[in-house]
């Protein structure tokens, strides 16, 4: 059976619904409007006949698919926020059916043109349905568009208890683009064996290596005197975290200038005056000596500049943010095969590239839920020329229910 319309209708719902998150806030989940998305999911899977539907006081849609059949208990997440890097308020979904391979232009915004060559695996999707933003706001198909094939799918299964699966936990969570997306309670309140993210791109992504990730404050203080009378006396913090930045390495790692398996250093903020500043810095490598390195980096430089003027007092903070989930996952490789086989008897062909990030899977697994993340189509992703195909989407959805029945057998 075809999913198509299924997912579209639901994607352009989800999509409609802004649920930014904020990085800035202290709460959680960061922002209020998250839970107008999650209170209509938890509403819909009521309504399809889920069991235990429940929102957490930490913002998580949890829900049962009851078992058909034996097998290991396995659970689905996506999350519900949007990214805070571009505009997320106003949303427009449309949709271009039977795309025909040519430029998209926008509705909202005559300068912007979405085309295989500014986007080419577009050019791979002839035929397909299309969805997109009008020009002004990014999509959301990140993560909508996981929520819509997790709905999808659990739907179909409740609607079709022939289908032989396990129990099937569903959790949508908020605040992942800021890195907050999973909480202490959520692996226990899940209570699976394993789990997948549909937070992937590309048909076919089975993704199990995430970056290594440390966050970094360096905090300096200088000497704040009247600059009239502040001969031999004034230190000025502006001119040290200028001198701090300039000794990292720029010609080699940053952010613009490394690919593939080569992390970074990235400086993301910095604020304050000639008294006090601080700057905010992301540490990334695949590997944790090569994370090492990079804060050994960090911390050299910062006593070299502090060497230099004893007068000024500088610190830096490193915290760990994540883990590649690789260390974790090459010891039980089963939910990694399994998807990959489901993937095969598809006829899809499974694709592992590491991702240069981290997901809700990467802290889930360090914390004892392996969850590796799964394709679900979404590409050019934070951005205005986000978009998605339908039945990229309904791949996907495919992919779950293979997966679940596969596990049940095995
Ligand atoms: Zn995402």
Redesign the pocket.
Do not use: A
């Given at each position: 059976m075809s999913f198509d319309r299924n997912l579209e209708d639901r994607l352009v719902r989800y999509c409609a619904v802004d649920t930014q998150s904020d990085a800035d806030s202290a709460t959680a989940p960061s922002t209020e409007i998250q839970y107008d998305l999650l209170r209509m999911l938890q509403a819909e899977l009521t309504e399809m006949g889920a069991q235990d539907v429940t929102l957490t006081d930490y913002g998580v849609v949890l829900a049962t698919i009851p078992a058909t059949a034996e097998g290991p208990t396995i659970g689905f997440l996506a999350?519900v926020d949007t990214a805070p890097q571009y505009n997320a308020t106003g949303v427009k979904p449309r949709v271009i059916r039977g795309y025909n391979g040519g430029d998209i232009t926008y509705p909202d915004n005559a300068e912007l043109v979405l085309s295989p060559t500014n986007s080419p695996y577009l050019g791979t999707k002839q035929g397909h349905d299309i969805v997109t933003a009008s020009g002004l706001t990014l999509l959301g198909a990140?993560?909508k568009a996981?929520v819509a094939i997790i709905m999808s799918a659990a739907q179909h299964l409740l609607d079709n208890p022939e289908i032989p699966h396990g129990t099937i936990r569903i959790a949508f969570t908020p605040d992942?683009?800021i890195g907050r997306g999973v909480g202490p309670d959520l692996p226990k309140d899940l209570a699976c064996d394993f789990a997948y993210t549909f937070?992937g791109g590309e048909l076919g992504e089975i993704e199990y290596e995430s970056f290594s990730a440390d966050g970094a404050e360096v905090r300096i203080k200088g000497v704040s005197i009247h600059p009239g009378y502040a001969k031999g006396k004034m230190v000025n913090a502006i001119h040290l975290a200028a001198k701090i930045i300039d000794m990292l390495p720029q010609q080699t790692m940053v952010p613009e200038l490394t690919d593939d398996r080569d992390g970074f250093i990235h400086a993301t903020d910095m604020e304050g005056g000639s008294s006090d500043m601080r700057i905010k810095l992301i540490l990334r490598d695949f590997e944790l000596d090569g994370l090492e390195q990079k804060r050994d980096i960090l911390r050299k430089v910062c006593d070299a500049v502090q060497a230099g003027e004893p007068r000024a007092e500088i610190t830096c903070t490193i915290t760990p943010q994540y883990r590649n989930m690789r260390y974790w996952l090459e010891k039980d490789m089963t939910p990694v095969d399994l998807a990959r086989e489901a993937a095969e008897s598809l006829g899809i062909e499974p694709i592992s590239v590491p991702i240069r990030g981290g997901?809700d899977g990467s802290r889930l697994t360090e914390m004892g839920v392996p969850t590796p993340n799964l394709f679900t189509g979404m590409q050019m992703?934070h951005g205005p020329l986000e978009w998605v195909s339908v039945q990229d989407m309904a791949r996907a959805t495919d992919l779950f229910l293979a997966l679940v029945q596969r596990a049940a057998k095995a």
């Open positions: 999350h990140d993560d996981g992942e683009e937070d997901t992703i």
